[in-house]
């Protein structure tokens, strides 16, 4: 069926608005339905239309109703060295935003690192987790129940694992809440971001723990996972990737190049980042950790509600003899070069703009850089905007740049 | 100068990348760096190239160093009848995403809700919020600053207020920390979303503070505003709008469309958003929140990083015995329909789709109801995702839709 | 009735535990419960017997059931001079312990601070909370609410004060859940710690909400107060007083009594209270706040289970050229010189060795001027704890003295 | 010496207020410190001084500088019967407070769960910990760092083990921030709360660590221990012990001694202790769980600062057809029956009085109980104050017990 008679069906109330790809291809389907809404909303939707991925792969497995594709611009910093576990070498950093002045800050930040001859980052812990809620007659049986995890961690591996052929299981942790039982399950997902597999694989493991114990199931998330929401579990225990860079800046770089010194940095660090926000009640001590690992999420098909947890980042500041020790730690930074947004056309060419498409060898490198590569910008975005307002030249920037 | 002529200066080191809008159009200039990534990395970046807003608005207002664009799949979820404050009738919500499932899973719940007749939302708060720090040389002189902002909000007020032709200062709160003065000013900006009207506003109401007292401004953001940090104070006091949805299913409803019961609902709410995220120490009680504030973001061109703050919110679900009570309550959902990414072709297209784009009459009221409209979006999901799992449907539903 | 009599009726089953005050006179019931438990436990129980306060009062206002007392052994810390918003003057803190080296490192601390001729100290906001939650039918009714009590906060004050002689209306905040609406009420107890003068203020208050709204109150303490529970609310919008205490120690000071430098303590307090407490999720990023606020609440009669939020506390060290400066600001000490356990004699002795026992004049300055000195002591904890590790000396200390 | 002398050198400053102790027995330091004090503030401090624990053992272990005591009045509340892991039988709580109503509103509560037949009670997970704070030159070489613990852990263990006759270390869990590496050691103490034990065994253990790793220790609490703060990573993991009490009370009970219905129960837990503490950014999902935590610390001589960590409870109420499931959930209730104030005579008798003075068979059984029984206590609390607020009653029970 063309566009043009599936919109005529559409009106005619014959077909729904979800049912129109079972009866033409995608790109008839996503016409027709924006046609259709435009129709009924009278607004002229000419500005959706264009876009540039397969539109057949983005119905199946990226939204439904498609009606067209929302364009972010796209910047890039840098380059920069980056020293990491994964990652190595020089890269530029595709960054997708509207915010203005945002590359150009992360943009300054590393250069200023670039002049240090590029900064270290480390994945310093790694796994996807899944945590259901089980609910028990009461705390007896819910120690009967734990009790029977904790000896049977291998077979609930082996159920897990039945379901994927790269994720493994690296850990069941229970906590319990009245005749509540929730167990965490933590996963090595590879280069896939991996909430998806561990969702399937813990499908499975919570199978098991229902035939075998009196526990029965209530929901395969029980927010303790947790997935984007804000919560010190992720910040204490980490989700996802948790990765830190850092860097040191020699005096004369401060000086020149961010135009102040490295006990100002420090001391403002301290006074915003830490102080400011621990009167906040928060669980980022950060500047702007949030603005780079949103648009670089977005520019590397990333899921971008994941940016809850990414924001969970702490910033160190200290001056030393030689210049400024500055460091951004990542708690929870979710990402993944596979699957997702990763398989739309511009997304797959922003990570292979950084050689991370795809899987990595060994499996879970290219995951682990790109988190490192995240973690220097992260940190270039720090060391700028903490330079900018000991040089008090925040608002300033703002106003010129229309930020 | 052309594209070509710009490339060969790049390649020649006799232009930096963030020059070329200096000497050529933005077309061009975007052209000329993106060919010029694409020969330093060895990369085709054809799948960047199209992008559909004005090259020329998004280099001075939205992003740096353009190298083109990312596209992100659209769909629609609706029609849903909102009752809000400001929003009124029926409407389409476009949402932006990757995650293959949610619009589906938006749009189940959205259907509830319309055979409940539409919810109901209200802005119950509006605020954006700016709190720069400054230092004193001890709690005494923190004491006297402290008094004399608390008698000069007027000239405060004014000073904010000289710099924009829209917005308010509503208040001034004081937070004082050892040698460290917060002042937290709260602005009504109207259909903006703020961020940038209350930076400059403030800076002036500083350079006051800094006149009349001791204290000496160490940034103009002191980390208790708080902006893009998951922070107990945003979820407590509220920043942006504080809004919530709610609507009454009947039983019937639940039973048929959603294939469960209240009873059901109520306690799976509970045991997951209430009871798993008290445990995870987590600032979100929902199940799927962010999910819908990050799509319809980015759909509408707000500041992707602030969904960090759009997380901070309470789903409640009561069974009644006329059938099921549910409620979303967003603590801080940072929202504007004029500035930022708003602008830009497809977001404006978004809006006008909502019949929200530009300013609203009176002031604030399209923001207000962009927030309501979002807001009943979240409640969807929640409704959704929580009468599917009580069926224990998430994970086939995830494995049929490739989420 | 004696003793003798009471206990025989009571082995009878004809009196129960808890009746025995309404046959006898207080020391009488004491010793039959005591020598009934006794008997019923087969344990002797006559380190309990001795008690140096009136059984009478002790029955009417603190506790039921009683069988006769807890021994806290009481050290002193000092003296120190205190230049403090209400406090002023030399003094001696009473600390009531059974952890050894407490005592010693707060004298430490004190005596290092009166090298530097005392500390300074501030109340910089005080107020009682209590905050019922009321239950609508809907958001739409929570909105007629809220609106109904921003324009009635006169009527609430009058409705609220008819209660106390002493308690003022400060202010009346809303929140909104769903169909929940919480009303924090903030109240000026003066001398009292106030937690009960803001509950019967609040009834009344709330039976005026009732009366004139739909609104059907739940329960008069929402959680939103928060009384007794680590609430991120309390540590950003303080509760009874939010008081600060600071010095500056010459260089010489801290090298000679401390052992250690103001950089060594900058840095050791940035890298334990500030990045630790960071990364542990915490509301309190101090050393052993706890340590001193329970000690002193202890001594002088306080509400021993109000240390939780006693806790909520900030220590700032910053090395400055003339050497170091530090601070502890808690944000929510709850202290009272009248009512609760003020006026047992053990207690209010150590209130008189403060000069603070009894109400303050103007009102509220006994209340205030203790909240100072706890604050110097905290302040002296912080100092002495920071200058150990930073000499490596905790753990010996420890060893040596027990703790 | 005497009293009289010592007291006269103290006069004419040949001896200093903490070296009484080296002169003469402890009584007579005491009395003579008391009669300084009192001298010197012009305050009679008689109240002070009846003391019936060993002054020796006072001075040596629990307190410096003493001066007599403070007595806190004793109640006692019971009997319930408890279903423990450890703790079993029918027991009398004894609980020193200065609160009325407390002791009367517990008592209430453990008769209804006397009603049902008693409280069912585990602990889940027991483990004390120590969190030392160690730099490094950076992230890369805190990686090593991190990877020599994991491959380490025996042999920590051994030197850690090495200090002591009852400890063991069970876990090693490293975190890193920037240049800064956390390792939180988790010990089993048996039956001391442990927190000195762990100090001194982690003394070892980090020597070793500094011997064979680039690590410099800074502290050997680096404030993610955590201890005496309120914060996410004991809620979520626990310390000492994590305990749950509850407890099913036929609809009958509930409606008769309650005078209130399950639904209505399970209906205010949610308004009031889950989703207002929810609102308020808490830790502490429960009524007044601290309140019982503390009065039963206060009497069975517990660390009383630790009651900020005893405060992270969650209490949960569920309406079940036969009645009301009823349950709270101490994360992190850190007790011993060894050690600290328990050697104090009446104390002692407190402990005795439950059955649980010493260390148990096996070790660590007695204090696994007592966090039971005190589980169990605070759960009647809930129950009561739930039911109180339920039947509108709170603030009438205030008014006439002078709460």
Known sequence: MHAEELLERLQAGELRLYELEDHADAEAAVEARRRYIAGETGVALSALEPYAFDASRATEKNVENMIGAVQVPLGVAGPVTVDGGAAAGECFLPLATTEGALVASVNRGLSAIEDAGGATARVTQSGMTRAPVFTVDGIAEAETVVEWVDANVDRLGEAAESTTSHGELLAVDPYVVGDNVYLRFVYDTKDAMGMNMATIATREAASLVEHETPAKLVALSGNLCTDKKPAAINAVEGRGRTVT??????????????????????????????????????????????????????????????VVEGANAITTMDA???????????????????????????????????????????????????????????LAGELSLVAAFCARHLASAHEQLGR
């Open 245 to 306: 860079a850092d860097v040191v800046l020699d005096r004369e770089v401060v000086e020149a190049t961010l135009k102040t010194t490295p006990e100002a940095m420090a001391e403002g660090n301290t006074r915003k980042n830490l102080l400011g926000s621990a009167k906040a009640g928060s669980l980022g001590f950060n500047a702007q950790a949030a603005n780079v690992v949103a648009a670089a999420f977005l520019a590397t098909g990333q899921d971008e509600a994941q």
């Open 320 to 378: 030393r003899e030689e210049g400024l020790y500055a460091s951004v730690s990542l708690a929870s930074l979710e990402v993944g070069t596979v699957g997702g947004g990763t398989g739309l056309a511009p997304q797959q060419a922003a990570l292979e703009l950084l050689g991370l498409a795809g899987g990595g060898d060994p499996p879970g490198s290219n995951a682990d850089a790109l988190a490192e590569v995240i973690a220097v910008g992260a």
